[in-house]
């Protein structure tokens, strides 16, 4: 047995000696090598979790396209960093503004006399521009005659775009009813009287329609007359201990605190039905801390609400200002 020397694999390590009496094996190099298991080189295995991601991202952004022509949303606008909302067609005029503008103005501008002409100039100055101030300080007005507010409300606001609109103020003067047309320009968080105000006819005074008849029930009517005396002295004064005595339970009723006392009832009208009545009541009160010997007396009439809780002892329910026609009850 011949023993051979070691030669070089293909891997560059030293071939052992082969013993023993069998041939010895000699590796085949023509052959393929074996095929080794893929250990995920080059990054592959990243390749579906991104295809993912992508495909959720693309799904996110056609919902979002979608849903912002369906709802027609707009995108928030970046022009504007300030809190004043800037003009512009979808920017909405300041109604409760321009209320509150024009009744200082109207202030101002119903008041003159000559005696105060000077005075009135300079206040009308911080509501009229600039120019106009100076080319007409009386702002229409030519310095004579006198004209006094007596009091003055909002009737009404007229936009006519998102930067100006004309307020109503329905106005007493010199003890005539009137509505002013006052021409209001907003824009950029400031506001202007930006014209003259135009005198416009009070709303006009209407027959309201026929009240209709109803029958009375004449022995619930007479039973009221007995009790009510005695609620209306308690709701004049605001005693709450024995206003509770005439009232439904649960019902809360505030009194009018003394600014008024019980006269009398002018006028009751009872209809006929169960034990749950809605009846019109109208009530002489005499006003308080007047001087005379006569005091002064106002009628008002209420509408009621009464439940017969006791046979025939009836108790209020509700109390609140009437809308019936007079010559209903």
Do not use: C
Not at 62 to 77: F, M, Q
């Amino acid at each position: 047995m011949v023993r051979r020397s070691g030669v070089a694999t293909h891997d560059g390590g030293a071939e052992s000696t082969v013993y023993g009496n069998g041939s010895q094996q000699v590796p085949d190099f023509d052959a393929a090598p074996a095929r080794r298991s893929w250990g995920g080189g080059g990054g592959r295995w990243m390749v579906w979790p991104l295809r993912i991601l992508l495909w959720v991202a693309l799904l996110v952004v056609a919902y979002r396209g979608i849903s912002a022509i369906v709802l027609n949303e707009t995108p928030a606008s970046t022009g504007n960093t300030g809190n004043t909302p800037a003009s512009g067609p979808g920017t909405q005029f300041p109604v409760t503004l321009a209320e509150a503008y024009a009744l200082q103005f109207g202030q101002v501008y119903l008041n003159f006399s000559p005696a105060t002409e000077a005075q009135r100039a300079q206040q009308l100055a911080a509501f009229i521009p600039s120019s106009i101030s100076s080319a007409d300080p009386g702002f229409g007005w030519n310095g004579s005659g006198t004209m006094r507010l007596q009091s003055e409300q909002v009737a009404s606001v007229d936009v006519r775009s998102s930067a100006n609109a004309v307020v109503n103020l329905l106005a007493s003067v010199n003890g005539q009813l009137m509505e002013l047309g006052v021409p209001i320009y907003a824009a950029d968080g400031g506001i202007v009287v930006s014209g003259e105000p135009a005198w416009l006819p009070a709303p006009s005074a209407i027959q309201p329609p026929s009240p209709q008849q109803v029958s009375s029930d004449q022995a619930a009517q007479s039973a009221l007359m007995s009790q009510l005396p005695a609620f209306f002295q308690a709701y004049a004064a605001g005693d709450s201990a024995t206003l509770n005595r005439f009232l439904a339970p649960g019902v809360s009723v505030t009194g009018l605190g003394g600014a008024v006392t019980f006269g009398s009832i002018a006028n009751l009208s009872v209809p006929a039905g169960g034990n749950t009545r809605e009846i019109i009541a109208t009530v002489n009160w005499q006003l308080a801390g007047q001087p005379g010997s006569t005091p002064a007396q106002l009628s008002m009439t209420y509408d009621m609400v009464v439940v017969d809780q006791q046979s025939g002892k009836w108790y209020v329910k509700e109390i609140r200002a009437s809308t019936q026609p007079m010559g209903t009850q």
